[in-house]
């Protein structure tokens, strides 16, 4: 609860509005205060029933007279009166004070007292996994900028909190490759929400086998990427998917952008991959397709007035198709491919792209693919995968290399 102090009493006061209602409800006031004082008269009248009397001045009131309408004592302290109420007026003065009132209520007041007196964060969901409560709170009020609020419980006692973006919870079964218990681990996981796809996922090891773990330890803390559940039925272990974003609108817009992954099993120390699996590379069939794809979208931009995404949409096809192959440990085809798909059309099509960093020649595309490669946080991986090399094979030379024709004679 947020602490009581002059500084959060600003909560009650959101400006110009607030004025004009502090205006309204003086306005009623002074009102309310004219129709108090009354309306002076020139004769006497009963305090009770206002009954106009006979007499004009007090001491003309003899001493113990009664009101001749309601035999009220005139003689009493507060028996006579002078003035007459103006109850319209009273009225119009409670009305002004009461609208003051509310005006300045319904203008966040009511908000105000709320963000004083009431948890800034308001629980959203509660869930239970692996024996701990994983509780999920929102900031309770709408202009908060505050991020949600992710807290974990064991036996009542809070043991992670933080806050994250687009928060995700769940649990995983991992089979650890360096011992025979697999391991259970509940995962916490912030995501950036964005089209970039940037993610932490939090994994904390909950239990080995039958007897729960005494302390909450952290186990991994892993990026761009999310564990596959395998149902649970199938007794299978879980699989850590990590997605490499070095592709990510480089070369080529959002939509195009090829996406490549890499599975694994997280280990207290690292991720230890999956071998590569080179049936899940594009076939055959599908690289022809690319090819036939990138033929008709190179004719049909010759005529075309919007060259430019027909380029960016073959170069996402191209280079999707192409990292796959890397991926899975084909590299050499990957590189054929991508000469391959050059001749069938993407090199008209890069030629008429409309982004200047989308390389212009063979060579320079090939270089820049490299390099980018290089860029891969998985490049260790990547090359291992390819035994050690995911350079380009040497272009057939066309034009035979002259030697001139005195050089032997002068190297002598
Ligand atoms: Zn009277």
Not at 149 to 168: C, D, I, K, Y
Not at 169 to 177: E, H, I, K, T, Y
Not at 188 to 212: M, W
Request: glycine share 8%; charged share 20%; aromatic share 8%.
């Amino acid at each position: 609860m947020m602490p009581l102090s002059l500084a959060s009493l600003h909560a009650l006061w959101s400006g110009p509005v607030d004025w004009w209602s502090v205006g309204l409800a003086i306005l009623g006031i002074i009102a309310a205060w004219w129709a108090l004082r009354g309306r002076r008269t020139d004769r006497l009248h009963c305090g009770k029933c206002l009954h106009a009397l006979a007499q004009t001045r007090p001491d003309a009131i003899a001493a113990g007279a009664l009101c001749p309408e309601c035999g009220h004592s005139l003689s009493v302290a507060g028996g006579l009166r002078q003035t007459l109420p103006r109850p319209y007026i009273k009225w119009f003065g409670r009305i002004l004070i009461c609208s003051g009132v509310a005006f300045w209520l319904w203008n966040g007041a009511f908000e105000g007292f709320g963000r004083l007196l009431l948890p800034r964060y308001r629980v959203e969901n509660t869930q239970t996994i692996l024996g701990c409560q994983v509780v999920v709170s929102q900031p309770r009020w709408s202009d908060d900028l505050a991020s949600p609020l992710v807290e974990v419980r064991q036996s009542g006692r809070v043991v992670f909190a933080s806050t994250m973006s687009h928060p995700s919870v769940g649990s995983a079964r991992l089979q650890d490759p360096f011992c025979e218990e697999p391991v259970t681990l509940l995962w916490v996981r912030s995501d950036s929400g964005g089209s970039l796809g940037l993610s932490e996922t939090y994994a904390f090891r909950i239990g080995g086998g039958d007897a729960p773990l005494p302390d909450f330890l952290p186990f991994a803390v892993l990026h761009e990427g999310a564990f596959i559940k395998s149902t649970p039925e199938q007794a299978e272990p879980d699989i850590w998917i990590a997605y490499d974003l070095t592709y990510k609108y480089w070369l080529t817009t959002g939509v195009n952008s090829p996406s490549v992954a890499l599975r694994g099993t997280p280990t207290s120390s690292k991720i230890v991959w999956s071998d590569a699996d080179p049936s899940a590379a594009p076939d055959e069939v599908r690289l022809q397709g690319v090819r036939a794809k990138l033929r008709t979208l190179a004719a049909a931009s010759e005529t075309d007035a919007f060259a430019g995404s027909k380029s960016d949409e073959a170069l996402g096809l191209v280079l999707d198709a192409f990292l796959e192959l890397v991926y899975e440990g084909r590299s050499n085809e990957a590189w054929h491919f991508l000469r391959a798909s050059y001749n069938d059309g993407l090199e008209s099509l890069t030629i008429s792209s409309q982004r200047a960093e989308v390389p212009r020649s063979l060579e320079a595309l090939e270089r820049v693919l490299l390099e980018q490669m290089q860029r891969s946080p998985y490049l260790g991986e990547i090359l291992r995968r390819n035994g050690g090399s995911i350079a380009p094979p040497a272009l057939p030379t066309t034009v035979p290399i002259q030697v001139p024709s005195n050089s032997r004679a002068t190297s002598r």
